[in-house]
């Protein structure tokens, strides 16, 4: 038996579970396409310019920052025509000349709507020998940051003007100090610096009590109707004043506002008020008895003169009605805030000043009740314009008590109302302004303790307010940053400083986040109370500008090792920058390494002969008058080669739009030409093909079934067949369709419509003509022109003759198909004829059991070669046998024979193979040889056990495994001494199939176990 070393039959390396770690290894184009949309999304503005002020390149995020809808449309501008300030730009270049880098640098561009737009730049400077000086640098839009800045600037001195102009008194409180007051305040409160005074020393200790309730119900958000409280001194007396108050937010810190009204100047203007009504009341008196008091109606029409004079000259409106609600006074402050002249009114009802008709009817019905009105009532003017008044109005009546009309006097309260809503917007879009920044904003006191956060704050790090309350400034920074963090806070102010400063703050699901920011204090009477913070999460925008710099490397690495050649020229046509790859390429054609030569008094070197020279001058002209080329060259290197290569010239224009360089770029396409030349000649060899084949009808056809190409054989045998002429145009299924069966026509249809949805199709046609049927074998593929498929190609050849020989040979194929069958039969009932005669021996053999044994174990070898021819006679197949179904058979025949059916079970696993004859036949006697050892041997002393069978196919390598669990081989068992005529077959069979064997003793048991292995071709 062949001893040569095998394959284990478990623990195989190609196993599933096998792995050689390649699936944990880091993929490359993974972390390209990250680069690639990192840089090609739209979080930062990236640009490159050379200092002559042409943009070299940026991404789309800065084109739509700055207005423009593509990357080249923004190309096309010069860099200066993004600058509001030309002196601007020039400053912001002195600078970066001198600093090389700037950061964070603050410049106004402008939009292509004419706007402006603020920035942050953090610019660098490349300067490289050989190569123009280039500026990259990324952009940051804060425009809405400015606006927002200017706009809070704006309200609040609207604010701080409102309230010094006002005249009620308005203080601010903190904690019982007054931490504010207007001017209208310290007047009343005789013009004592308030600010940091305590409000109850200030009160009359009878009113003490009734303040600090009012103030405790404002703090604690209970609503607290207005107090008269005395404010004073006992020095200088006290003075009643009607207080309101309200909650507010002053200097990040809770507050209370207090509104401070005079009531004895109240009391004046409704007495000054008044004084008027008697005067006009009297003016009623005397208009009635002018007649009978002649004598005084000279004093009449003083007193007259004096009233009118009053009403004229008063800065509040006043408007007299008759008791039919006619007008019969009208002011001069009336006519200006109005827009009418007397005259107008004079006469018409009141009702016309009023902006609604129930306001008007209010108003009367409350005068009839009361005798008088006062508060707000809605005017409207001549020009339709809405105004808010203060009206305070009362009836007149004379000696008897009858009514002579009413008088009104109001002042416009419209702009204070709206100064007031001002005011409370103001402070609604601070409030929102903060708690709706984008940058995280946090106030804390000397202990790190949060006094205030914003809806940002609380966003990116995580945290609710009520786990802020609980939480100090030294829970956001990492453990080793916390001791210099109490320090910075320790030594504030000296330690914090308005510069921008860095740090990495803890979220609470336990990111680290790198925060950029400043921070400011807040002092009160030299001493620190409050430390605030605005700062934003730069991590993304730090891990992108290193993706930056990592990308300008790779993109300088790129530059130099291109198969790109890259290079620059001046007026002169001497170079001033190029790459390796033109450096290469010179050397390649001429053997030389071209020299920069930027110095205007030094001559350029020639490099080549003058002809090449005069031909690049010829090129370098056009392109200094402006105009941009494309062209090839085709040359021959120093080595006899053939070199092409495309060229592309464009103008490089300074900020004067003068050409003062021309730009290169080349590109060999040696390869690409060859090809193209191979590409034509193979064209017009195929054409030649198209044309000239004489037995191939070659034609095609667009969606519309009409024909876009045909060859000259394809309209003879169309002529030929169809009795009709077909050329380009025609449409082929038209012509088709009336001379073929309608199922014939459809067919072709659906043939048609599966080639056109993509899948290729073989058919046979036959055409039924007088002189006999005609088939034709045809082949129709897509063709598919920028991934869409809207023509087909079709290959069809003559196959009559074909039809008829394959007609002729199947029949011949059946009579020979019924001769093989009847051989194999015959074969096989031979053997069975040979069988059966050993049988017949061992009845007339003595009782010799060697005898017995040898007949019996030749019938089996008879009967296994018998079994082969039976399966293929049973098949149409003659060559090959169905191996699992053959070892099957042959194991059930097996154990019958040797009478163990029930006490030796048969276990098998075949998988399905297919063995041509050569292969079948020795394998088959082999494993006849194997099973019978193991019915005879291993089960002889009466046990019971089992034999596995297992029949698998690896590549091309057939496996056959069979174990037992019987008594095993002896252990003074020797091959070479005492193996028998069995396995010396098996030896022989194996050399025949060249194959190999392994005899092993199975885990599981004692018994016996082979691994057959041999190539199954």
Avoid at 187 to 207: A, C, E, F, P, Q
Avoid at 533 to 546: C, K, L, V, Y
Avoid at 695 to 706: G, Q
Avoid at 745 to 751: H, V, Y
Wanted: include cysteine.
């Amino acid at each position: 038996m062949n001893s040569s070393s095998t394959e284990p039959m478990s623990g195989d390396r190609d196993a599933p579970g096998a792995t050689d770690g390649m699936e944990n290894r880091p993929r490359h184009s993974d972390r390209q396409r990250f680069h690639d949309e990192l840089f090609g999304g739209e979080l930062l503005g990236l640009f490159r310019t050379s200092l002559t002020g042409r943009m070299l390149d940026c991404n789309n995020a800065l084109a739509q920052l700055l207005g423009y809808g593509t990357v080249e449309e923004l190309m096309k501008v010069p860099v200066e025509g993004l600058y509001f300030d030309l002196a601007e730009r020039q400053r912001f270049i002195e600078e970066l000349l001198e600093k090389k880098r700037l950061n964070n640098y603050e410049i106004l561009l402008k939009h292509r709507k004419g706007r402006s737009v603020h920035v942050l730049e953090n610019v660098i400077l490349r300067e490289e020998p050989g190569r123009a000086t280039v500026i990259e640098g990324v952009v940051i839009d804060i425009t809405v940051v400015r606006q927002s800045e200017l706009e809070q600037r704006v309200l609040a001195n609207n604010y701080r003007q409102l309230t010094e102009q006002v005249r009620d008194g308005m203080v601010v409180l903190q904690r019982g100090k007054m931490v504010y007051a207007n001017p209208a305040a310290e007047t009343l409160l005789n013009n004592r610096s308030l600010i940091g005074s305590d409000l109850l020393s200030l009160v009359l200790k009878s009113d003490a009590a009734l303040i600090s309730d009012l103030l405790h119900n404002i703090e604690h958000g209970d609503g607290s109707p207005a107090a008269r409280i005395h404010f004073g001194s006992k020095s200088k007396g006290y003075r009643p004043l009607m207080v309101h108050g309200t909650a507010t937010w002053h200097m990040n810190g809770a507050a209370v506002q207090l509104t401070l009204q005079d009531l004895e100047t109240e009391r004046s203007l409704i007495q000054e008020r008044l004084r008027a009504t008697m005067a006009e009341e009297m003016n009623a008196v005397l208009r009635a008895e002018i007649e009978e008091h002649r004598l005084t109606q000279e004093a009449l029409v003083q007193s007259r003169r004096m009233a009118k004079s009053l009403i004229d000259s008063s800065l509040d409106m006043i408007v007299a009605v008759d008791p039919k609600g006619k007008i019969t006074e009208f002011n001069p402050a009336a006519t200006i805030k109005f827009g009418y002249e007397a005259e107008e009114v004079l006469g018409k009802n009141s009702r016309i000043l009023y902006a609604d008709e129930e306001e008007f009817e209010r108003v009367q019905e409350e005068m009839s009740r009361y005798g008088a009105y006062a508060g707000e009532v809605r005017n409207i003017t001549k020009d339709k314009k809405i105004i808010v008044s203060f009206l305070a109005a009362s009836r007149l009546f004379d000696e008897d008590g009858q009514t002579l009309g009413s008088m009104g006097v109001s002042r416009d309260v419209t702009q204070a109302k709206r100064d007031r809503e001002a005011l409370r917007l103001s402070e609604e879009r601070y409030r929102d302004l903060v708690d709706n920044a984008n940058d995280l904003i946090h106030s804390m006191d000397t202990d790190g303790k949060f006094l205030f956060i914003n809806n940002a704050w609380k966003r990116t790090l995580g945290y609710s307010e009520e786990e802020v309350r609980e939480m100090t400034m030294f829970d956001l920074v990492t453990p080793e940053k916390r001791d210099a963090a109490r320090q910075w806070l320790k030594n504030a102010p000296d330690s914090v400083k308005p510069e921008p400063w860095r740090s990495i703050f803890l979220t609470k699901d336990g990111r680290e986040l790198l925060m950029e920011g400043t921070s400011t204090v807040r002092q009160e009477e030299g001493k620190t109370i409050a430390v605030r913070s605005i700062f934003r999460d730069i991590t993304a925008a730090h891990a992108a500008q290193e993706q930056l710099l990592k990308h300008a490397a790779k993109e300088k690495a790129l530059f130099e090792a291109s198969e790109h050649m890259f290079w620059t020229v001046d007026r002169r046509i001497a170079l001033t920058s190029f790459n390796q790859g033109y450096q290469d390429m010179v050397k390649r054609l001429h053997g030389t390494i071209p020299q920069i030569n930027t110095e205007p008094a030094t001559p350029r070197k020639l490099f080549a002969p003058e002809a090449y020279h005069d031909f690049w001058r010829s090129k370098y002209e056009e392109v200094f008058a402006g105009k941009t080329l494309r062209f090839e060259t085709d040359l021959i290197d120093r080595n006899g080669q053939r070199v092409c290569n495309e060229i592309y010239l464009s103008p490089v224009l300074d900020r004067d739009g003068n050409v003062e360089e021309a730009f290169g770029i080349g590109l060999e396409v040696t390869a690409e030409r060859v090809a193209e030349a191979r590409v034509r000649e193979q064209a017009a060899k195929l054409n030649a093909i198209f044309e000239s084949s004489a037995n191939v009808l070659i034609w095609s056809l667009d969606r519309d079934y009409r024909i876009t190409a045909c060859n000259k054989h394809f309209r003879t045998v169309v002529k030929q067949t169809l009795g009709v002429e077909q050329d380009v145009g025609d449409d082929l299924r038209e012509t088709v369709r009336k001379r073929v069966p309608a199922e014939q026509d459809a067919e072709f249809i659906q043939l048609f419509d599966r080639v056109l949805a993509g899948k290729p199709m073989h058919h046979e046609l036959r055409f039924e003509r007088p002189e006999g049927a005609t088939w034709i074998e045809l082949y129709i593929s897509p063709i598919i022109t920028d991934g869409a498929i809207n023509e087909v190609s079709c290959l069809a050849h003559d196959i009559t003759e074909k039809k008829r020989v394959e007609q002729e040979m199947r029949q011949s194929l059946q009579e020979k198909e019924v001769l093989l069958k009847e051989v194999h039969h015959r074969v096989k009932n031979n053997l069975q004829i040979i069988s059966s005669i050993f049988s017949l021996q061992r009845d007339h053999v003595d009782d010799d059991p060697r005898s017995i044994a040898l007949l019996h174990e030749s019938q089996d070898r008879i009967r296994s070669m018998s079994f082969i021819h039976e399966s293929l006679y049973q098949n149409k197949n003659f060559s090959q046998v169905d191996m699992a179904r053959y070892i099957d058979g042959l194991c059930s025949n097996l154990v019958m024979s040797y009478s163990l059916s029930g006490r030796v079970l048969l276990r098998t696993d075949l998988k399905p193979l297919m063995l041509d004859l050569d292969r079948a036949i020795p394998c088959g006697l082999v494993l006849n040889e194997l099973i019978s050892n193991a019915l005879k041997h291993a089960f002889s002393d009466g046990r019971e056990g089992a034999i596995s069978i297992t029949l698998s196919q690896r590549k091309d390598q057939v496996r056959i495994t069979l174990s037992d669990n019987g008594q095993g081989f002896p252990e003074n068992y020797v091959d070479e001494r005492d193996r028998g005529l069995g396995m010396e077959l098996v030896e022989l069979l194996m050399d025949q199939l060249d194959g190999n064997i392994q005899r092993s003793v199975p885990d599981d048991s004692s018994g016996t176990a082979y691994l057959i292995t041999f190539e199954r071709y």
